[in-house]
């Protein structure tokens, strides 16, 4: 039978440990991921074992995406419909479930938090793709929902990228330094000519410290949810010092951590 995965990123670079806190936040991210997919009937899948031990020619943001239709048919999973979401991330336990609201279409959340960074990327990579992007429908590579008519569109991005590997790893880290697949994705999905869906922005909040996400309404002291609860869905913890992500996803996780559990909390309105 056929089952929605979430396909959730949790490779381990040795050579990034200590700048992530020895990623001890993704402990924080996979109890929250494993509880919403034990709610929606959905089937959680860990990305750990990186497919390419290379780690500069292919980096994990490159192989949790080129890979995904690979490492699902070698482990003989019937997925359904494929959430691919980085574990700097963590899902609200009653988020809605976003594969009932995908149309069957390639989904994301559209980018806007650094449009100079953006814009800069979009510029760097244009003469690799030929492609005049539209930045309307940018999308986050961090939040991603497609099912298994995309498994061509991704396994040819895979091939342009193996085939062009010198070239990008240049523009990674030498010309451009602003990315590395998410801008590649775009261009791939839009010159492909792929039909995009953008999800609400609850389903991916970012940068919360700068956007103020932490604070609550002061002025409604008898409600001192912080915004990022009351109003997201998935929030990622993202724009903050690398080293200072665990105990942040830490101390996040330990103020409402009893709301993941059957039969209790999970129905409550924040």
């Known amino acids: 039978m056929k089952e929605n995965v979430i396909w959730w990123i949790g490779v381990k670079n040795p050579e990034h440990v200590k700048k992530y806190g020895d990623f001890k936040y993704f402990e924080a991210s996979k109890a929250s991921w494993k509880f919403w997919c034990k709610r929606n009937n959905c089937k959680f899948v860990e990305f750990e074992k990186p497919v390419e031990e290379d780690l500069t020619k292919f980096r994990v943001n490159w192989q949790k995406l080129i890979f995904v239709f690979d490492e699902l048919d070698r482990r003989g999973i019937d997925y359904d419909q494929i959430c691919l979401v980085d574990s700097s991330s963590i899902?609200?336990?009653?988020?809605?479930?976003?594969?009932?609201?995908?149309?069957?279409?390639?989904?994301?959340?559209?980018?806007?938090?650094?449009?100079?960074?953006?814009?800069?990327?979009?510029?760097?990579?244009?003469?690799?793709?030929?492609?005049?992007?539209?930045?309307?429908?940018?999308?986050?590579?961090?939040?991603?929902?497609?099912?298994?008519?995309?498994?061509?569109?991704?396994?040819?991005?895979?091939?342009?990228?193996?085939?062009?590997?010198?070239?990008?790893?240049?523009?990674?880290?030498?010309?451009?330094?602003?990315?590395n697949d998410q801008t590649p994705l775009n261009y791939w999905l839009q010159k492909h000519d792929v039909e995009i869906k953008l999800l609400p922005l609850p389903f991916k909040l970012t940068h919360l410290h700068r956007k103020e996400m932490f604070r609550h309404n002061w002025q409604l002291n008898k409600d001192q949810t912080p915004f990022f609860i009351k109003y997201g869905y998935v929030w990622f913890f993202n724009g903050i010092p690398k080293?200072?992500?665990?105990?942040?996803?830490?101390?996040?996780?330990?103020?409402?951590?009893e709301n993941y559990k059957i039969g209790t909390l999970m129905y409550r309105k924040y």
């Open 91 to 179: 899902v609200k336990w009653n988020a809605p479930n976003f594969f009932e609201l995908t149309d069957r279409k390639f989904c994301g959340v559209r980018d806007i938090d650094n449009l100079n960074w953006i814009n800069q990327s979009v510029k760097g990579y244009k003469d690799l793709f030929q492609y005049d992007l539209d930045l309307t429908s940018y999308l986050s590579s961090g939040f991603l929902v497609f099912n298994e008519s995309h498994k061509e569109l991704i396994n040819g991005l895979k091939q342009f990228y193996i085939d062009n590997i010198d070239s990008f790893i240049e523009l990674q880290d030498v010309k451009v330094r602003k990315g």
């Open 243 to 257: 080293h200072s992500r665990s105990e942040m996803m830490t101390n996040v996780w330990q103020a409402i951590k």
